[in-house]
């Protein structure tokens, strides 16, 4: 072994080491190795891999390193790799591959497997730059090889690879398509061994969206349909459920092309719910929901409804909760339950009027503890609409509350009456049977257990319906007005005192808060919500008293979050003028807050001031207040926080309208910076230019000063390159052709812009030429629009062009996009 190999392995070793000084070092040297000569750096690299002079542990670290050369979630970091790829010399980017194929047949599985994640990496780059092109065949024809772990190798190596291209780019399988269904097929026999046909199902499972050429005839969803039912005939738990996984993933992408095989496809499903295994009964489970959810999606319910005979009898039996059977994970009961609340919400009727449901209850009611939970728990997964035949519910209702404090039955009663009161809430008898449903309930919370959650859930749904209802209606309000002061004082009572790290309670406490004062009549209950707008107030200075305490600080920041939720919600229902006595020491609590050290708090009081600062109000008068406290956030690297903040800044450009140039010379300077700056997080980009679109509305042609700044955003903005991160650079544009239109309407005809409207127009046709999505369209037909208005002189030469590309979204089958040409083209003509 000649020295540099040992230095290399040395390195390589010091890579492992647990000396955090010695690690970073070795890093470091990895990356300046890599930077300065890579193809010096990627040859010693796969010598290592191969030969036998260094460890295990050192030969995986080598993969490894090359594996992560080749890839980064970051597109811009991505790009430059695949730059210094493919300047290699093209005879040494061969060899390299032929060599991974060749390591991939090796009896070192770990070897084995990473050659092929290697080779992966180089397919994804070479191929979306239109080389490697013979790359599936060439595999294809490898799997005729006897060797089990090439094989293995090939299937994961088009699983992962295939996973990559349609995750990360907007690659085109059209002519690859056949050879990686052959691909799928070839190995999903019953006569190969077990790892190889679980390595072509999960390759299947990768693959699917890259089949869209194969899949969209029903003759080839057929053939993979028998061969996964055929792999699923050997009995072997863990192929069973890759296949059913793959199936349910068929049926989500490919729903309208699976025709006539659905009856295949049930009798199938049927044979599965025979199987006895838990793992598999989720995945049939999955299968109903998956169906239900997707004919729901496209407005149907053909064969949901027509499969009930087949789904409910086996539901049924599968929402019972068995010891094995953890809170916290999920299993057959949870899914069981799930796949019933989908289907319920799919069929066209009420499900509970259902024969086979019917049945199921009316035996069920009448037999022992376990049996009478099955009830309550096949009642509530039903129960997700207004109920109009009420009939089998209504007698339901007093078992389901006399239940409420059987310690082995009160979860399903409480999390049933739940589902119930949230949109059939007035099913409750208001004068006998409400009262003991509500005292149960305050009874429970006041134990500070698991129930007590499932308490305060369902006095909290009773809260949200009557909010929903109280301007309908006055009789739910007033039927829970009666209760609302012993619902106060429990509920205050048991956030006092219920213990500091018991999250889960405090918040389900505060939630049910937040929906009682919701549903509150301000008339009748000025006087309660007057004096639990003082104690959160009073509650949220005695915790900033603490907050300099680094020990208790992450529970001092829960309760001041949900404090500030809840002062929020009371200024929200209670007119501002009524509780004026409070405004100044709410203002200055959120500037104190908003002068702690950096914690998420301060995105809560954004949030909260977005709700607050309503015309005229207080809290706008004294927005000056908080335009530091904005400025610094502006900068902020959490992510929570600086949403709250832009948003919050969008929100006061629309309230204010022209009041919001008293402050735009402090602001907008400030999200410029924010928007051009690299340090921002890239994702509060687009909320950036949303809230730029607000405020040049605003500020109406008083927004000349930034004309610069626009077409400073345009130049940045086509330097996006989309095939690194489709959705990023769609949402981009998108949210960006939003902000433009604004500007256009805002400033009107300004000569700025016709100095600079072919490079304006220029840009708008690139993101037209590229909306393969129709991510842009309503934003492109809009800006058009608006653009041939102002300017039809200086435009007139592209009118038959934009006239054209208007009128062919007349009939899009999204409403949105065919509503918004059709006005576009009334407006133009």
Known sequence: MDDQKAKIIKILENVLSTNLELRSSAEEIINELQNKNYQGFFTLLIQILTEDFASPSVQHTAGLILKNSLHSNDPATQNQIEERWVSLDNNFRQQIKNHLIYLMSTQKIRTAFLSCNILSGIARIEMTRNQYNDFFTLLNSLLEEKNETLIRCILELVGITCLSLIEETTFDFTKYSGAIFMICLKKMKKEESFEIKNNALKCTNS??????????????????????????????????????KVIYRILGLYYKYTGNNFNKLFLFIQSMQNYESEQVSMEVLEFWTVLAEIECELETNYYTERSLTIFLPYVLTKLIKTDEQMEDVWNSHKAATTALEKISKTVSFELINHPIIIEFLRSNL????????????????????????RESIVPLIPVLAKNLNNTKLQKSAFWTLTKISENNFDMIEPVR???????????????KNDASIYAACLISSMGTYVGKERNVTWVYENVLTFFLPDIFKAVISEIESVDLNNFKLRTSLFSCLHACINSASVDSSGYLLGNALEYFISKSSDCLQNASNTNVFLIIEDFLSNLISSIQTIYTIVDEIRISDTRETVKNLFINI?????????????????????????FLTNFYDYIPFILRDLKSNDFYVLKA?????????????????????????????????????????????????????????????YIDMTLQIIQQISTLERKYNEG?????????????????????????????????????????????????????????????????????????????YISSHTDNKKEEIALASKEALSVLR
Not at 602 to 608: E, F, L, Q, R, V
């Open 594 to 618: 908003l002068s702690l050290h950096p914690c998420a708090l301060y995105g809560d009081i954004y949030i909260a001031l977005s709700s607050m600062c309503k015309p005229n109000s207080y």
């Open 207 to 244: 693959c699917l969206e890259a089949l869209e050429n194969v899949l969209n005839d029903e003759r080839n969803i057929l053939l993979l349909l028998d061969a996964l039912i055929d792999i699923s005939a050997g009995k072997e738990d863990e192929l069973i459920t890759w296949s059913m």
């Open 433 to 447: 049977l409400l009262p003991e449903v509500i005292n149960s309930s305050l009874e429970v919370i006041k134990n």
């Open 366 to 389: 009448k037999n022992n503890e376990e049996q009478l939970e099955l009830a309550f728990i096949a009642l509530g997964s039903i129960i997700n609409r207004k109920i109009e035949n």
């Open 728 to 804: 990023f650079v769609d949402q981009v544009r998108k949210n960006f052709l939003q902000m433009l239109d604004c500007v256009v309407i805002s400033l009107g005809f300004s000569e700025k812009i016709k100095e600079n409207l072919n490079f304006i127009y220029a840009f708008i046709k690139k993101i037209l030429g590229e909306d393969e999505n129709k991510s842009c369209t309503v934003e492109l037909i809009n800006i058009f629009t608006d653009l041939f208005v102002i300017y039809s002189a200086q435009l007139q030469s592209e009118r038959e062009y934009v006239y054209k």
């Open 645 to 705: 903040c832009i948003n919050f800044i969008g929100d006061i450009a629309n309230v204010l309208n022209k009041g919001f140039m008293a402050y735009s010379d402090e602001i907008v300077p400030d999200l410029i910076k924010a928007l051009l700056s690299p340090q921002i997080n890239s994702s509060a980009k687009p909320m950036l230019l949303s809230v730029f679109g607000d405020v040049s509305l605003s500020l109406g042609t008083s927004f000349s000063p």
